[in-house]
């Protein structure tokens, strides 16, 4: 188990599909158990994913949610997490009491996100959280490793993936 007792907050959150669990997703998973004590992940519903193109080819709600608690199992202690459905881009993270940091990627549409969170988050009485942008692992031809390239088709090899 990847462990550490210098965690720099106490409480963080982070969000996503994590449809077929790939390496980007571990990467940003082991970043948030590195910096934090509790480690709470947003995981879409399937009623939030309808509007998607190719959303028969995405992993259903609790096929998604068994593989992440799995790969959390296997490197952390679960109890430090936790995992709920999420139905709205703020995710609930606009009304979470203790919340230190939202973690996201650097695509710039979730970075606006996460400043619009932290908008409503003053809106409803409560402090602004710490915004830790995690860069997505890319593959050797340089564009995001993601989801839906797999969905596509593509493969990538653990060794051609530069974090």
């Excluded at 409480?11 to 980007?24: I, P, S």
């Excluded at 948030?32 to 193109?53: E, H, P």
């Excluded at 202690?77 to 995992?83: D, G």
Aim: some cysteine; proline content about 2%.
């Amino acid at each position: 188990m990847l462990e550490s007792n210098n965690w720099q907050y106490n409480k963080v959150v982070f969000a996503g599909t994590f449809d077929h669990l790939h390496e980007g997703h571990k990467h940003i998973i082991r970043t948030a158990f590195r910096l934090s004590k509790c480690v709470a992940i947003g995981l879409t519903t399937d009623q939030m994913l309808a509007y998607k193109s190719d959303k028969k080819l995405i992993q259903p709600f609790d096929e998604r949610y068994a593989e992440l608690e799995k790969f959390i199992q296997s490197e952390f202690e679960i109890e430090r997490s936790s995992i709920f459905p999420i139905e709205t881009r703020e995710g609930g993270a606009d009304k979470m009491e203790n919340l230190e940091a939202l973690i996201v990627s650097d695509e710039i549409g979730v970075v606006q996100n996460a400043f619009d969170i932290n908008q409503m988050r003053i809106e409803n009485g409560l402090r602004r959280f710490h915004i830790i942008i995690i860069p997505r692992v890319r593959t050797s031809d340089g564009r995001p490793l993601s989801s839906s390239r797999s969905r596509r088709g593509e493969t990538f090899h653990a060794d051609e993936l530069i974090h």
